[in-house]
């Protein structure tokens, strides 16, 4: 079993900056793809960011909403996924869920969610 652990939401004005982690512990060797999802009050869940490891380089991709502001990050020494936000907006107002998948086509783990308010 994987276990994983957000920190970092909280209030921030608009155009301020957070830092989402994500750590994984358990079962796992590492993180073959790390996503962010963020859910907003009457909204379905969607996918912010992604990253995803090859042999050479990681794959990352963004949601239009957000590239350019936000950037997803790991430390594969930690298990730990990371979500930089800057310039935030009022619309970025949501609760922020980490997904993690170790293996490729197996098994994805999520976070409990942190709650993230841009507002002034």
């Known amino acids: 079993q994987v276990q994983l652990v957000e920190s970092g939401g909280g209030l921030v004005q608009p155009g301020g900056s957070l830092r989402l982690s994500c750590a994984a512990s358990g079962n796992i060797f590492r993180i073959y793809r790390g996503r962010w999802y963020r859910q907003a009050p009457g909204k379905q869940r969607e996918l912010v960011a992604s990253?995803?490891?090859?042999?050479?380089?990681?794959?990352?991709s963004y949601a239009d909403s957000v590239k350019g502001r936000f950037t997803i990050s790991r430390d594969n020494a930690k298990n730990a996924v990371y979500l930089q936000m800057n310039s935030l907006k009022p619309e970025d107002t949501a609760v922020y869920y980490c997904?993690?998948?170790?293996?490729?086509?197996?098994?994805?783990?999520w976070g409990q969610g942190t709650q993230v308010t841009v507002s002034s």
């Open positions: 997904n993690v998948q170790p293996v490729a086509g197996g098994s994805e783990y």
């Open positions: 990253i995803t490891s090859s042999s050479y380089t990681d794959y990352l």
